[in-house]
């Protein structure tokens, strides 16, 4: 680890807070981890506000509550009062199928600005069978509706996979209909649950490079109507992505238990150990942690990392993906073609996109089965697939 001072070091603008674990849906690609926090070891009300009140002290200007599935706490209402009190923009990242016509009332009364919804597919009976949650995706629609009649600002996020990817015009439309100003699709990403499905979710390459055409031409016919985010999968793509703007540098995330965390699937790395909010003042743990100052920066980058003229604009890509992939989060992303592990990831995902799809592995406290993580093992170096040459289209 290289020390930053901390005079060097930007405030964070966004908080992403994981105020519980608890879902009603399982789905296999959710980006918690496998030990789900359970409801005893979830923050108190009054720290979660302590907490706010620290992050806006800090600098933080956006909160966005999420999960597992934020609206399970009872307190919710409370908590973005609170927010909206300190003036923060709060956002609610929801998977829709708890709230009713009263909730809603009761969070757009406590000053909510901004409701993030997820689906699972535009078909309703794929849709239910991912989520693992009988009825959802209706559910979902009529709170769109709501969500439109209040006024709301909405979202739509989308994450798409082999089993939806082919039905991704017909998601674009959904997200059209549903009176959405946004919409996010965004490819699952390898780590948790995901990474011990990736065999079941992992598109192939003739999909990603349909759908990246698909969402070029969804932005030009749309122009002012949805705007589009898109993030392309990394296990076709050529440079990784700047994940989380950097680690360290403009976000962070808070846990149920309430560890502090420079990205939702930081805790993945073993290597890394994370303080909490319960034992230090969150400023102390932005400026000092060393986990935090593990990967901040440019200076612990190896090479070809060190001397690349991208070290300042992906950042040296996804630590997460690193761990998983290579075993150590100081290790070149494999998703850059310039990892010695690029041509066996680009390998394994062209396998697990021939292979037929095995059953989802759902997200459910006690499921991650060992015989299921063992999937997540680091793939080894190889000789250079045939197929291996990714393509540099952005969408």
């Not at 082999?162 to 439309?173: F, G, T």
Request: charged share 20%; net charge neutral.
């Amino acid at each position: 680890m290289v020390a930053q001072d901390s005079t060097s070091i930007p405030p964070p603008v966004s908080l992403l807070a994981e105020i519980t674990h608890r879902c009603p849906l399982q789905c296999p690609y959710c980006s918690n981890p496998l030990e789900l926090e359970r409801a005893a070891g979830e923050l108190d009300t009054a720290t979660w506000q302590r907490v706010l009140d620290e992050a806006t002290a800090l600098g933080v200007l956006q909160t966005h509550f999420s999960g597992g599935e934020p609206t399970a706490r009872r307190d919710l209402v409370d908590l973005v009062r609170h927010a909206a009190g300190l003036g923060q923009y709060s956002n609610l990242i929801t998977s829709g199928v708890l709230l009713d016509q009263a909730k809603l009332e009761a969070l757009v009364e406590a000053g909510l600005d901004h409701l993030q919804l997820s689906i699972q597919d535009s078909r309703a009976g794929s849709a239910d069978r991912i989520a693992g949650y009988k009825n959802g995706h209706a559910r979902k629609m009529n709170l769109a509706g709501m969500v439109r009649a209040a006024g709301l600002p909405l979202t739509i996020n989308a994450v798409v996979h082999r089993q939806n990817l082919d039905h991704l015009a017909e998601i674009i439309d959904l997200a059209v209909e549903s009176g959405a100003q946004r919409l996010e699709v965004a490819h699952v990403q390898y780590y948790g649950w995901a990474l011990v499905n990736r065999a079941a979710l992992m598109p192939s390459r003739a999909q990603s490079e349909r759908a990246i055409e698909l969402v070029r031409a969804a932005r030009e016919r749309l122009k002012g109507v949805l705007a589009i985010d898109y993030v392309v999968p990394d296990y076709y793509a050529r440079y990784p992505k700047p994940c989380m703007g950097g680690w360290g540098r403009q976000n962070l995330n808070i846990t149920p238990s309430g560890k502090v965390l420079p990205c939702h699937a930081a805790e993945t790395i073993t290597s890394l150990s994370f303080e909490s909010v319960t034992e230090r003042p969150l400023a102390e743990i932005w400026y000092r942690s060393a986990a935090f100052n593990a990967f901040r920066g440019t200076a612990w980058m190896p090479e070809p990392c060190r001397s690349c003229d991208r070290r300042t604009i992906d950042f040296g890509g996804c630590r997460c993906q690193a761990f998983a992939i290579a075993g150590r989060a100081e290790a070149t992303d494999p998703a850059c073609s310039l990892s010695p592990l690029h041509d066996a990831l680009v390998a394994t995902a062209n396998e697990a996109a021939r292979s037929e799809p095995p059953p989802f592995v759902y997200r459910r406290f006690g499921n991650a089965r060992p015989s299921a993580v063992t999937q997540s093992a680091p793939v080894r170096e190889a000789e250079p697939a045939t197929d291996n040459r990714a393509s540099s289209a952005q969408p």
